[in-house]
């Protein structure tokens, strides 16, 4: 069993900066896939960001390119999503996920994910 616990989310001014961590348990965290997704109200869960074991590979939705990066510390079982130049679009419940398939960081289907956390909450007004 995985358990994840983000941080890291808050309220920003458009343009601005905040940067999300994800602390895993379990010992075969250097060995996942780990993802970052987001759910705005009355929408679905959408893909953002993720890497694969290493973090030598990453994806991102299109709308975040250049704009976020994820990272990973794996002596640290943690990953990261720094988010720059916000925008009120970017605002949603962030989660963080785990997928035991070390390959696929370029699906972006939540249902390849097996280990959730419960969110946190990025807010960026305008």
């Known amino acids: 069993q995985v358990q994840l616990v983000e941080s890291g989310g808050g309220l920003v001014q458009a343009g601005g900066s905040l940067r999300l961590s994800c602390a895993a348990s379990?010992?075969?965290?250097?060995?996942?896939?780990m993802g970052w997704f987001r759910q705005a109200p009355g929408k679905e869960r959408e893909f953002v960001a993720a890497?694969?074991?290493?973090?030598?590979?990453?994806f991102y939705v299109d709308s975040v390119k250049g704009r976020f990066t994820i990272s990973r510390d794996n002596a640290k079982n943690t990953v990261y999503l720094q988010m720059n130049s916000l925008k009120p679009e970017d605002t949603a419940v962030y989660y963080c996920?785990?997928?035991?398939?070390?390959?696929?960081?370029?699906?972006?289907?939540?249902?390849?994910?097996?280990?959730w956390g419960q969110g946190t909450q990025v807010t960026v007004s305008s």
């Open positions: 890497t694969n074991w290493s973090g030598a590979r990453t």
């Open positions: 996920a785990a997928s035991v398939y070390a390959g696929r960081y370029s699906d972006t289907r939540p249902g390849t994910y097996d280990y």
């Open positions: 379990g010992r075969t965290f250097s060995s996942y896939t």
